[in-house]
């Protein structure tokens, strides 16, 4: 809920200052106005936790607003390979997805974060984390939804 009130005070504050488009029947929203500015987008972060808010979502879909989507935590080392081994991209491939749908390009989020380990890629293992490290990302990097 803080986050869509965020989205919805952008929201307001971004209506205050944005001009009418070509037709002047809808105001510009903040991708555009960015895009205008020569900026290559604005963007937020979305995950499928956020799917099932209407209002969230059809605030995160409106590409005039957002120009780009980033997952928050799909594509994180312990979402895509919480059992060694076993690679799962559905909920990364979602948001990809949901992207596609929306005409919004894509930016995938930190791939390794402390708080989003894999709990048999616990950093104890020091020894076994930079061939864990190489192998996962060899599989992660190149695939695409």
Not at 23 to 49: C, I, R
Not at 89 to 110: F, I, L, P, S
Not at 123 to 145: C, D, K, M, Q, Y
């Amino acid at each position: 809920m803080a986050r869509l009130r965020a989205l919805l005070l952008a929201g307001a504050a971004a209506a205050v200052v944005t001009a009418q488009n070509e037709t002047g029947s809808q105001p510009e929203g903040l991708h555009s106005l960015m895009v205008k500015a020569g900026k290559m987008y604005f963007g937020t972060a979305a995950d499928v936790n956020s799917f099932n808010d209407t209002q969230y979502m059809a605030i995160m879909s409106n590409k005039n607003d957002f120009g780009m989507i980033t997952t928050e935590n799909s594509n994180k080392w312990d979402a895509t390979e919480a059992v060694q081994g076993e690679f799962n991209y559905t909920n990364a491939d979602r948001v990809v997805a949901k992207a596609k749908e929306n005409g919004q390009m894509m930016r995938c989020h930190t791939l390794v974060w402390q708080k989003a380990l894999p709990t048999w890629g616990n950093s104890t293992v020091s020894p076994w984390i930079a061939a864990l490290l190489r192998l996962g990302f060899a599989n992660l990097v190149p695939h695409e939804s």
